[in-house]
């Protein structure tokens, strides 16, 4: 496995980390000790970046992870989300609360079910249009004092955000969904981090599955089907753009996950993709893909397949699209 530094932070992060959420959330199809066997053989593969969120499940999935964190602790580089409120234990709703008082009861309670004393990296899971970046930055700064967190990250925060929240405690990481067809980070987001040494974390860098397994089985709870990006002549386009990927990776001899993950590295040296899975072959698969260097015929190819199915469709419903990059 080869290593990247994470931002200004020293630290040095598995190229390839682990996304849990599929695990218990979001797709269906849960298999806990599928998912267990694969947390651990994260580790055995050099992965020592894991991603959860309390809003998985909710809850569930930060108590899986837990299965595996604790007695390998010092192994893991735990990263976990807030903000996103449960109504009720098992419902989801849209509502975001980013203040510091959330915040506070927030980490207690993530701390408590992922059974450790910190947690290393702490996103605000979106901004909260209700509460200044500053205030709420400044809420979590409070809890790098109390040791409860080793460093603060934002997700789908504008340039702007980024820079306001820097002014009140640095930020290590930047995670927004960012793949060979969602692009938005490039430009002034990517320019914006890296001007503040800010790391940058894709999630979805397989584009929710699209260039791991398609056709998609999808369960019938699978969110994805709510989705433009999965609907009508969006999916039809994708398909064809992922049978031509899959086309392009086979000639190269590599799978199309590998290539698109290659390529999400080959983009900088501060990226450090996210990709979820809950099966084992997949996750050594994924490893792989920070041995693979690209050329810029390579990354020529790709781009002109891109360009011949450009019809990709919204990453998220209208709603979901209200709450990103704000």
Not at 20 to 27: A, F, I, P, R, V
Request: glycine fraction near 8%.
């Amino acid at each position: 496995m080869q290593y990247r530094q994470l931002g200004n932070t020293g630290e040095q992060l598995s190229a390839i980390g682990l996304g849990c959420m599929t695990m218990s959330h979001g797709y269906g199809g849960y298999d806990d000790a599928e998912s267990i066997k694969t947390l651990s053989l994260s580790l055995d593969l050099g992965i020592n970046f894991w991603d959860t969120a309390d809003i998985y499940g909710p809850h569930i999935n930060e108590l899986l992870v837990a299965r595996v964190l604790a007695p390998n602790r010092d192994k893991v580089f735990l990263a976990t989300k807030f903000g996103f409120a449960v109504a009720q234990p098992g419902v989801y709703t849209r509502g975001f609360d980013g203040s510091p008082a959330y915040a506070k009861k927030a980490v207690e309670a993530s701390l408590k079910r992922l059974n450790t004393d910190h947690i290393d990296l702490y996103y605000a899971h979106r901004i909260d249009p209700q509460v200044p970046v500053e205030e709420m930055v400044g809420g979590m700064a409070e809890l790098v004092k109390e040791g409860k967190v080793r460093y603060l990250g934002l997700s789908e925060a504008s340039a702007q955000s980024l820079r306001r929240a820097c002014t009140v405690h640095p930020i290590a990481a930047l995670q927004s969904e960012y793949s060979l067809i969602t692009c938005d980070p490039e430009g002034e987001i990517l320019d914006t981090c890296r001007e503040l040494g800010i790391g940058f974390i894709p999630f979805s860098p397989l584009s929710r599955g699209l260039f791991s397994n398609t056709p998609i089985t999808f369960a019938e709870n699978d969110f994805r089907l709510t989705i433009p990006r999965f609907q009508g002549e969006h999916y039809q386009n994708n398909i064809q753009l992922a049978a031509a990927l899959k086309q392009l990776a086979q000639d190269k001899g590599h799978t199309p996950a590998q290539l698109a993950l290659a390529w999400l590295l080959a983009q900088g040296d501060d990226i450090i993709p996210i990709p979820g899975t809950k099966r084992q072959a997949y996750l050594r698969e994924d490893a792989t893909a920070a041995d693979i260097s690209l050329s810029a015929t390579d990354l020529a190819d790709i781009d002109a397949i891109l360009k011949q199915y450009p019809n990709t469709g919204a990453r998220y419903t209208p709603a979901g699209m209200s709450m990103v990059n704000r």
